[in-house]
């Protein structure tokens, strides 16, 4: 009865490991699927998906590339930007530089981004329609955000001083979905900072 028990024991495997494999994803004709919630790592420098790398540059040619991914993880409500809140951190980009942003909504509420003055992050509710910096949004900021779709812009600061990347949905950025985006004179590297507490231990 050998092949009996082999059918058996197939038997019991086949639904078990679909259980465990993705639920099926409802298809459209010519439309892309993508996983949900796994998105946004395709928009991340490849085999950088463990320990995420949310910026690159060239010095020589002054562009920073900046990889904002809303809702990284849970933290303040998902109202965060790579893990990030409250402008507890974010860019530092030398001035004169062109800054290449690639956005990415990793959940289902609504989100965007915008440069807009650190204090207007801070305090306003709606932060309207219209960055700072011309062209420095995903489309739309303040009525529509973005969902599903990976956005990019880049644009050139002609001031510096102290900005934020912020969410333009109404009240997202007051209750602290920013990070901040200072422009600096005279700085040689781009950086990303993370809030001290976010730093794993020193070696
Ligand atoms: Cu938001």
Redesign the pocket.
């Known amino acids: 009865m050998k092949i009996q028990t082999t059918l058996t024991a197939l038997l019991a495997i086949i639904p078990f490991s679909s259980a465990l494999a993705d639920p099926p994803v409802e298809k459209k004709a010519g439309e892309k699927v993508e996983k949900p919630g796994g998105r946004c790592c395709t928009v991340l420098p490849k085999g950088e998906i463990k320990n995420p790398v949310f910026l690159k540059q060239d010095a020589a040619k002054k562009v920073a590339e900046v990889f904002i991914i ?1 809702t990284f993880d849970k933290s303040n409500y998902g ?1 965060n930007f790579n893990g990030v809140f409250k402008s507890e951190g974010g860019y530092e980009i030398p001035f004169g530089w062109k800054i290449k942003v690639t956005f990415c909504n990793n959940s289902a ?4 981004v915008m440069v807009v003055e650190e204090d207007a992050a801070e305090r306003k509710i709606n932060l309207g329609a219209d960055p700072y910096f011309d062209d420095a949004a995903t489309p739309k900021p303040n009525t529509l ?1 973005t969902t599903n779709k990976i956005e990019k812009f880049e644009f050139t600061p002609d001031e510096a001083g102290d900005f934020s990347f912020a ?1 333009g ?1 109404p009240t ?2 007051a209750n602290g ?1 920013r990070i901040f985006l200072k422009i600096k004179k005279g700085l040689k590297k781009a950086a990303f900072i993370v809030p001290e507490k976010k730093k794993p231990a020193a070696k």
């Open positions: 809303a109202m509420v609504p989100h965007s955000g969410c949905f997202h950025s979905h």
